[in-house]
């Protein structure tokens, strides 16, 4: 037989898992320095318009 599980008790875990996740992302997205990230964001538009130079154009446009 399975033990039981408390409801109210892993609603709390699962919401203290949440929390602690989202604040992860928030350190991530709020502790870098303006500079690295701007410098992440030009990397990233410079990379996608390399890659739609290099696009071929189809004649029967697909």
């Given at each position: 037989?399975?033990?039981?599980?408390?409801?109210?008790?892993?609603?709390?875990?699962?919401?203290?898992?949440?929390?602690?996740?989202?604040?992860?992302a928030?350190?991530?997205?709020?502790?870098?320095?303006?500079?690295?990230?701007?410098?992440?964001?030009?990397?990233?538009?410079?990379?996608?318009?390399?890659l739609?130079?290099?696009?071929?154009?189809?004649?029967?446009?697909?």
């Open positions: 037989m399975t033990k039981p599980v408390n409801l109210r008790q892993y609603r709390k875990r699962k919401q203290r898992e949440d929390k602690a996740a989202a604040a992860e928030n350190r991530v997205k709020h502790g870098t320095p303006k500079a690295v990230s701007d410098l992440a964001k030009a990397r990233a538009e410079m990379a996608a318009k390399t739609d130079g290099h696009r071929r154009d189809e004649p029967n446009g697909q």
